[in-house]
């Protein structure tokens, strides 16, 4: 009969990295599902503020002009790529809590989370910035080409941008903190 103890050999799975402590492995990860939901919470508020900064404003010789958010491509795409970070929060979640539940699929999950999370990154911050391009023009105008500046006669509208704005600059701080997050648990799985 074969016996089940582990053999005397002092150079039986010598190569092999140890595991980390599970509770340590449990506590990245609860903080990593802490900072998903703060992902999708910002992603929210910021297409919902988007989403509702309609303005109407009358002016006599134009009539009743709208500022509306689906009147500037840039604040279109800025809507659609928050909206994907934020399934992607929703998704990474669950993703999360799974691994919370079943630790060993953690090291396998982590490496997908820090590609994922540097491609989300990069979607959020260029629709950030292209978005943030339109609202500066928007309050700044530019005399050099002629273009006005609409801030001042809509302000609530420009409101909304500039909290929308802030909002998504903090939903990529928080996944900044995510890919860091996610790499140094990876790091400290690597045997020294």
Same mark, same amino acid.
Request: net charge positive.
């Given at each position: 009969?074969?016996?089940?103890? &582990?053999?005397t050999?002092?150079? $039986?799975?010598?190569?092999a990295p140890p595991?980390?402590?599970?509770?340590?492995?449990?506590?990245?990860?609860? #903080? !990593?599902?802490?900072?998903?939901?703060l #992902?999708?919470?910002?992603a #929210?508020?910021?297409?919902?503020?988007?989403?509702?900064?309609? =303005?109407?404003?009358?002016?006599?010789p134009l009539?009743?002009?709208?500022?509306k958010?689906?009147?500037?491509?840039?604040?279109? $795409?800025?809507?659609?790529?928050?909206?994907?970070a934020? %399934?992607?929060s929703?998704?990474?979640?669950?993703?999360?809590?799974?691994?919370?539940?079943?630790?060993?699929?953690?090291?396998?999950?982590l490496?997908?989370?820090?590609?994922?999370?540097?491609?989300?990154?990069?979607?959020? @911050?260029?629709?950030?910035?292209?978005?943030?391009?339109?609202? $500066?023009?928007? %309050? &700044?105008?530019n005399?050099?080409v002629?273009?006005?500046k609409?801030?001042?006669? $809509? !302000? &609530?509208?420009c =409101?909304?941008l500039?909290?929308?704005?802030?909002?998504? %600059?903090? @939903?990529?701080?928080?996944l900044? %903190? #995510?890919?860091?997050?996610s790499?140094?648990?990876?790091?400290?799985?690597?045997? &020294?």
């Amino acid at each position: 009969m074969a016996s089940t103890d &582990k053999p005397t050999d002092p150079e $039986y799975n010598k190569g092999a990295p140890p595991p980390p402590p599970p509770s340590s492995t449990v506590n990245c990860f609860v #903080l !990593d599902v802490t900072l998903r939901v703060l #992902l999708f919470a910002a992603a #929210l508020t910021a297409v919902v503020v988007m989403v509702t900064s309609d =303005q109407t404003k009358f002016f006599a010789p134009l009539g009743i002009p709208k500022a509306k958010f689906k009147h500037y491509p840039a604040f279109v $795409y800025f809507v659609a790529a928050l909206s994907v970070a934020g %399934l992607y929060s929703i998704i990474t979640t669950l993703a999360s809590l799974s691994v919370i539940w079943k630790p060993n699929l953690s090291t396998k999950l982590l490496l997908h989370f820090v590609f994922w999370d540097v491609l989300i990154l990069g979607l959020v @911050a260029s629709a950030t910035g292209t978005a943030g391009g339109v609202a $500066y023009v928007g %309050l &700044k105008g530019n005399k050099h080409v002629g273009w006005i500046k609409i801030c001042n006669n $809509y !302000d &609530k509208f420009c =409101q909304h941008l500039a909290g929308s704005l802030a909002v998504s %600059l903090f @939903a990529s701080f928080v996944l900044v %903190l #995510l890919v860091w997050l996610s790499v140094y648990s990876l790091h400290r799985r690597i045997p &020294k």
